[in-house]
């Protein structure tokens, strides 16, 4: 086996042995970005001098018998949504293409201080909007199962860097399903932590009440491992909570006995492809056997969800996107006739359809005589979706249903309609507007592409959902992999 096809924790043994080298690990990821990434596009930078320079460090500290974490020297792939000191940040938009940040989102800060050696910057909807990788102001990242189909989205880089064994692990964020959605798309593991619980700083802010930062992986366990490093308090999100920091780990324990599934019957029924939640089914059957007690139950506001999220989002992103004005940041056009000018068409020529079209709903939703008829309601309909998961928490540990609606779908498919990209979500974002954590594993293939089960848990329950994920995935047989080579 390559090294690039590798997990965390197997790379990690290998080196704490002096099997291996970080500075091999690193070459072998780069060989391998340099043969499939023509055909994947995942990354927008590549930052391969930083990372055979962090390699060499990690090198070092290991021949002079320093003691290094599980994360030293695994190559990593960032969303480039989150800022990183001296590396060009985007937001996959043409009005960030030549913006250069003078600090370090926190998350990222804390795996750089673990000695992650860091790949690049991954490919994405423009600010973090779309379920497809079709918006970014740059390219389309393509599903490495089949090219012709899209990864997800909006974290569609971050996720098929990984399928394409183009990076160990990545980052991604998640405002409506942005990292559980291509996680499934792309068979892999994505997890969207409980909001707060992973720090904000330095993230490029879609919509700040919804957006989170989390992992894609190999496996589960890669999955805890990563979020023992990315947890913690940050005095620069005012929104990060205080928790005593567990050993997420310690998680990882095969036995379901008594653990109580819910599977709310919103999910399973209208929009969702029959295979799918065949799929689906069987998932909740080996959980069964596992010792788990699965029974069906009814989150009634569920059906406003996507309602609700396509208001406040919107809202959120009509004010966080006002600082992009050609000013203070990125593109400005040249020879502006006066000072509106200069605003106008430096707005319309540096953002992307999508993103306009967020920008006018979140405006109009937020604008006087309109306000508490859209925004105030979505508000509302909020409340009552959080209030239907705390009810359903009551009596169960975990929810489950499936990631997706469907599989990867076509490029351009779902381009000419907004509504249907949209619908894309709609089993992953409830969880955002509760504030709940998520995560996605793979559940089976159908048609040759891999589909996804989601499993819900409560507020800072993510031991129970990687409990529940783990012994999924020991008893669930997961062998597939794109074959990218054979694949012009």
């Known amino acids: 086996m390559e090294l690039y096809q590798m997990t965390i924790h197997e790379l990690s043994e290998k080196l704490a042995v002096k099997e291996v080298s970080a ?9 391998r970005i340099d043969s499939v990434e023509d055909k994947v596009k995942s990354y927008l930078t590549l930052t391969r001098d930083i990372a055979m320079e962090q390699a060499e460090r990690v090198d070092k500290k290991i021949a002079n018998g320093e003691k290094v974490g599980p994360l030293a020297g695994i190559p990593t792939a960032i969303k480039d949504v ?24 926190t998350a990222v800060q804390n795996l750089l201080n673990e000695g992650i050696v860091m790949t690049g910057k991954t490919n994405m909807d423009e600010f973090a909007m779309g379920s497809s990788t079709e918006n970014s102001g740059f390219f389309t990242t393509r599903n490495p199962w089949d090219l012709e189909r899209v990864p997800g989205g909006s974290s569609g880089g971050s996720a098929a860097a990984v399928a394409a064994e183009e990076a160990i692990f990545s980052l991604g964020s998640d405002t409506g399903g942005s990292i559980r959605q291509p996680a499934a798309l792309c068979g892999i593991v994505g997890m969207k932590p409980t909001y707060g ?22 496996d589960v366990t890669d999955c805890a491992l990563v979020l023992n490093y990315l947890v913690g308090h940050d005095s620069m999100d005012s929104t990060s909570v205080t928790i ?60 406003y969800g996507l309602s609700a999220y396509y208001i406040i989002a919107p ?42 079209r967020r920008i006018m709903l979140g405006t109009y939703a937020l604008s006087a005589g309109y306000y508490e008829a859209y925004y105030g309601k979505a508000q509302k309909v909020r409340t009552l979706i959080s209030r239907d998961f705390s009810r359903a928490f009551e009596e169960f540990d975990v929810l489950v249903s499936p990631t997706s609606p469907t599989t990867a779908f076509k490029i351009g498919e779902r381009v000419a309609d907004p509504l249907q990209m949209y619908l894309s979500d709609i ?62």
Not at 82 to 105: E, H, Q, W
Not at 442 to 460: F, M, S, T, Y
Request: net charge negative; proline share 5%.
């Open 244 to 303: 005593d920091k567990p050993d997420y780990t310690k998680s990882l324990i095969n036995n379901l006995k008594g653990v109580k599934i819910g599977v709310p019957k919103e999910l399973m029924t209208e929009g969702i492809d029959s295979d799918v939640k065949k799929a689906v089914e069987n998932a909740l059957e080996i959980l069964s056997k596992n010792g788990a007690i699965v029974a069906e139950t009814s989150l009634p506001h569920l059906e």
């Open 23 to 31: 500075k091999e690990i690193a070459e072998s990821v780069f060989a």
């Open 315 to 356: 809202a959120e992103a009509s004010s966080n996107l006002a600082r992009f004005d050609g000013v203070r940041y990125g593109y400005r056009v040249p020879d502006p006739e006066d000072l509106m000018d200069m605003y106008m068409r430096t707005r319309s020529e540096g953002f992307g359809d999508e993103v306009k």
């Open 82 to 105: 989150m800022c990183t000191k001296g590396v060009r940040t985007t937001s996959g938009s043409k009005i960030l293409d030549n913006f250069i940040p003078v600090y370090t989102a």
């Open 197 to 218: 619980l992973v720090s904000r700083y330095g993230l490029i802010a879609f919509a700040s009440s919804l957006d989170q930062i989390g992992p894609f992986t190999k």
């Open 427 to 488: 089993c992953t974002i409830p969880v955002n507007l509760a504030g709940l954590p998520g995560i996605s594993v793979p559940c089976g293939i159908v048609n040759g592409l891999p589909v996804g089960l989601q499993i819900i848990g409560k507020a800072l329950g993510e031991e129970m959902l990687l409990r529940v994920a783990y012994s999924f995935e020991q008893s669930f047989e997961w062998s597939e992999k794109p074959r990218l080579e054979t694949r012009d």
